[in-house]
Each structure stands twice: as C-alpha cells, then as structure tokens.
C-alpha cells in the first residue's frame, strides 16, 4: 500500500474525509509531544497505528456524541458564552482516552489543554491543506 500526499484538482469525499483523518492524527500526535499527561502508547510503528486509531475513534465521537451534548448543555453554553464547549471536548477526549488502550490521559486538565490544543492545530493544518490544494491519495 503507498499513501502520498500531493496537488490536484479533483477531489472525493473519501480523499477529503482520509486527509482530515491524517491531519487531526498528526494535530493529536503533536498534542501528545506537548501537554504533559496526554500519552500515545508503543514505539514506531505501533505509537503510528495507535494515533490513526485514537484519531479515528475520536472523530467517530465528535461526530456521534457531540452534537447531543451540545443540545443538552445549550442553556450552560449560552450563559458561559460558548466557554462550556471546551469542557465538553476535554471530556469527549477523557472518553477516548478511557475506550481506547493505546492512549492515555492523565486527568481533566491535560484533557482541556489537550483539547483546546488540538482544535488549534487542526484547525491550522486544515487551513494550510486547503490553501495549498494539497491531499492524499491512497493506492494499492
């Protein structure tokens, strides 16, 4: 299998959806090297898998549990100006620290860092992705 990042014009949704994986992988990874308490187990290639797997999960539970808490939490949210989001996203990231082995959070705090951290750099990344015009293609 090769996977490569490079500039085309066409895109798909599944290049699309691949490269925000990889991004946000590489946003956690970098979490992971910055905030104390905040750990991806394993060495190489299995710190890698352990990553895209984190990453994974992660984005399944921003995409499926989020959006219900958010609801829940709206009259909170609205008197904290927004600010309850963010320890909504450090306890989904508690979450998947606590689901998956290979990745490891030592308490709230480092989570809410973690979390505000990883928003930053995501966000970052994805803009650099999308002004350079860059993706990934995967092939076998």
Known sequence: MQIEIRHHGKKTRWTDLVTKWLINSLALMLVARVVRGIDIQGQGW???LNVLAASALLGLVNALIRPILLVLTLPINILSLGLFTLVINGLLLLLVAALFP???ISGFWAALW?????????????????????SVKIQR
Request: hydrophobic letters at 60%; aromatic letters at 14%.
């Open 102 to 104: 290979g990745f490891h």
């Open 114 to 134: 973690g979390s505000l951290l990883l928003s930053i750099i995501s966000i970052f990344l994805n803009l650099i992705f999308k002004a350079s015009g860059l």
């Open 46 to 48: 299995q710190a890698f």
